[in-house]
């Protein structure tokens, strides 16, 4: 595929590849405009960028606009393809630049280049009669976007700024075949199906009010869930060897002067006064890390020292951004930070790595890392973020892990390593990440007693395996469907009793399963198993018990999966057998 740029020279790259992907969705959403010129001449363009799965464009339209103008729009889109018009470069002036947009009344456009300096060259993309202010790159010509699909309308303030006009947002999507759209489309229909604020609903897991936006409630089976991935938590960092401990969810100005967040991160925290001092409600639990750490004097011999933290932290994310579990303004973080020696560095980094990947291979995910590097707007000299860099890079080679560059994107003190999970269902997820830190423990003063018998500072790693218990869960709801494996599944076993007669004895099976600390309820309610066995099937319970008559007098359990096979009779200790054979 032929890639034009913003210098006019031409480049091949794959649909597979970044630069050939985002040039496909960035030339969908100019057909897309050309399209809503053509049919709707007097509309306004904003602006049309491609995203994670594909473009979107922003109008301004001088009617109401709706889903039911996507054939018209998608119709004229297939003449435009089939023209197979070239996507020509050139630049131009301002003065130039300001003629082209003005003759055409694009008033957003305008607006944008009032705010570019006068001497600067203005970089056009030209498709026949349609012409757009854009740095690329595109495609050479149309007829290379083989299949697309309008998906989505939203409304969307001119520049995110709810002063502004609110816009009208058309999102979409293109491959280079029908069968990739086909297969785009089916992933779409399956993941509404598996949308975790839907089942979360349905299953009783958790509920999000107008009185706290981004402030999930978990329901009595949502915290039961929450609580198990806790417990596995708990349990595989105690064998790692780290002590938890527990800090407060507010802290003073003066901490987050020290820690660089009050300049760097303080448009998303929360603050108030007490006392007339300046207090934030903590977006991340590292520097409460290290006064904990302060607290008494170190010695190389207590490294590397592994500290964990399951801390409560507040972010003030954008009401727009919100989204169930997965975006919140409140979560759980699985923090934890590793202070060490320089010469521990490739060890911890790779131990850290080994288990990220056994927890996400225990859930069944596959996943890919990316190393992120200095930002812009970091703090720290040249050389600690070179030694940073190359302590993470070295520890990724040596475990032959494959990992892609993200240059720019590490955190503000330190580069780092991201894991983006794959579901079943081919979507990515970024969840854990490991974070190189040669900053906070200078910015604190943080000490150790080195074997020189000298003081030294240590190195610190941040690290989250979860990245968010909230998040992770939502994104287990949509991984399993709501079809937990047995040990992670809130209700375990539903024993359902056939009639009335024969409750007494549906309760003490209940009772027998709970005494073997499976947690099991019983169904008694006075209505017909069939609908009683619906229920549970809606619930996704993996096992479902159904006693009557046949069974009281064989003093057995007829056994039923979740995932389907024959209804089988068994005695309850040949039932307890299989579970304990599944994990429990």
């Known amino acids: 595929m032929k890639i034009k740029m913003k210098d006019g020279s031409i480049r091949e790259a794959g649909f597979d590849e970044e630069l050939g992907k985002n040039a496909f969705w960035h030339t969908?959403?100019?057909?897309?405009?050309?399209?809503?010129?053509?049919?709707?001449?007097?509309?306004?363009?904003?602006?049309?960028?491609?995203?994670?799965?594909?473009?979107?464009?922003?109008f301004d339209f001088a009617f109401h606009f709706s889903e039911e103008n996507f054939a018209e729009i998608e119709a004229e889109m297939k003449k435009i393809v089939k023209e197979n018009l070239q996507l020509k470069h050139f630049t131009a002036d301002h003065k130039k630049a300001m003629q082209a947009m003005e003759e055409r009344n694009e008033t957003y456009k305008i607006e944008m280049l009032n705010e570019l300096p006068e001497d600067e060259e203005i970089s056009f993309y030209q498709q026949e009669e349609y012409l757009e202010m854009c740095a690329g790159p595109h495609v050479a010509y149309t007829s290379a976007i083989k299949a697309f699909k309008l998906l989505s309308v939203a409304g969307a303030y001119w520049r995110g700024d709810e002063k502004n006009k609110m816009l009208t947002r058309i999102?979409?999507?293109?491959?280079?075949?029908?069968?990739?759209?086909?297969?785009?489309?089916?992933?779409?229909?399956?993941?509404?199906?598996?949308?975790?604020?839907?089942?979360?609903?349905?299953?009783?897991?958790?509920?999000?009010?107008?009185?706290?936006?981004?402030?999930?409630?978990?329901?009595?089976?949502?915290?039961?869930?929450?609580?198990?991935?806790?417990?596995?938590?708990?349990?595989?960092?105690?064998?790692?060897?780290?002590?938890?401990?527990?800090?407060?969810?507010?802290?003073?100005?003066?901490?987050w002067e020290t820690s660089g967040h009050w300049d760097h991160y303080r448009e998303n925290m929360y603050t108030t006064v007490i006392d007339e001092t300046d207090f934030a409600i903590k977006p991340m639990n590292c520097p409460g890390g290290m006064l904990v750490y302060k607290m008494e004097p170190h010695s190389y011999r207590e490294f590397p020292m592994r500290i964990?933290?399951?801390?409560?932290?507040?972010?003030?994310?954008?009401?727009?951004?919100?989204?169930?579990?997965?975006?919140?303004?409140?979560?759980?973080?699985?923090?934890?930070?590793?202070?060490?020696?320089?010469?521990?560095?490739?060890d911890e980094i790779k131990g850290v790595v080994r288990l990220i990947d056994e927890v996400y291979k225990n859930f069944g995910f596959k996943y890919h890392v990316e190393l992120?590097?200095?930002?812009?707007?970091?703090?720290?000299?040249?050389?600690?973020?070179?030694?940073?860099?190359?302590?993470?890079?070295?520890?990724?080679?040596?475990?032959?892990?494959?990992?892609?560059?993200?240059?720019?994107?590490?955190?503000f003190y330190g580069p780092k390593i991201?894991?983006?999970?794959?579901?079943?269902?081919?979507?990515?997820?970024?969840c854990g990440t490991i974070q190189l830190d040669f900053q906070l423990p200078q910015r604190f003063e943080a000490e150790y007693t080195g074997e020189d018998g000298n003081k030294h500072r240590p190195i610190m790693i941040h690290r989250v395996v979860f990245g968010s218990i909230e998040r992770f869960m939502g994104i287990l709801i949509e991984h399993y469907a709501g079809k937990f494996p047995l040990w992670l599944s809130p209700v375990q076993v539903k024993v359902l009793s056939i009639s009335d007669k024969y409750t007494g004895y549906a309760k003490e099976i209940e009772m027998t399963l709970k005494k073997e600390g499976l947690r099991c309820e019983m169904d008694g309610r006075d209505e017909k198993i069939g609908y009683k066995i619906r229920t549970a099937r809606l619930e996704r319970i993996?096992?479902?018990?159904?006693?009557?008559?046949?069974?009281?007098?064989?003093?057995?359990?007829?056994?039923?999966?979740?995932?389907?096979?024959?209804?089988?009779?068994m005695t309850i200790n040949q039932f307890l057998e299989i579970l304990l054979a599944e994990g429990i």
């Open 28 to 58: 969908t959403a100019h057909i897309l405009a050309q399209a809503v010129k053509r049919l709707y001449p007097d509309t306004k363009c904003a602006i049309g960028p491609s995203i994670a799965d594909g473009f979107y464009y922003d």
């Open 171 to 255: 999102y979409g999507t293109s491959f280079p075949s029908a069968d990739m759209l086909e297969n785009y489309l089916n992933q779409l229909e399956e993941a509404k199906k598996r949308d975790h604020r839907k089942l979360g609903k349905e299953l009783g897991l958790f509920a999000l009010f107008e009185e706290g936006p981004g402030f999930p409630f978990f329901l009595p089976n949502g915290l039961l869930l929450k609580n198990l991935l806790i417990d596995y938590w708990r349990k595989i960092h105690a064998r790692e060897g780290y002590m938890e401990i527990s800090t407060p969810v507010m802290l003073n100005r003066q901490l």
């Open 308 to 346: 964990g933290e399951l801390g409560l932290i507040h972010r003030n994310e954008k009401s727009g951004t919100l989204h169930g579990l997965m975006r919140v303004r409140c979560c759980t973080q699985d923090d934890a930070h590793i202070f060490m020696t320089a010469g521990q560095i490739p």
């Open 372 to 411: 992120s590097t200095r930002p812009e707007n970091s703090i720290g000299s040249d050389e600690d973020w070179e030694l940073a860099t190359n302590g993470l890079k070295n520890a990724l080679d040596d475990l032959k892990l494959p990992y892609v560059v993200n240059e720019g994107d590490g955190a």
């Open 418 to 430: 991201d894991f983006h999970l794959e579901d079943s269902i081919g979507r990515t997820w970024q």
């Open 542 to 569: 993996p096992y479902v018990i159904v006693v009557g008559e046949k069974e009281v007098g064989t003093n057995s359990v007829s056994v039923r999966r979740r995932d389907g096979g024959d209804v089988q009779n």
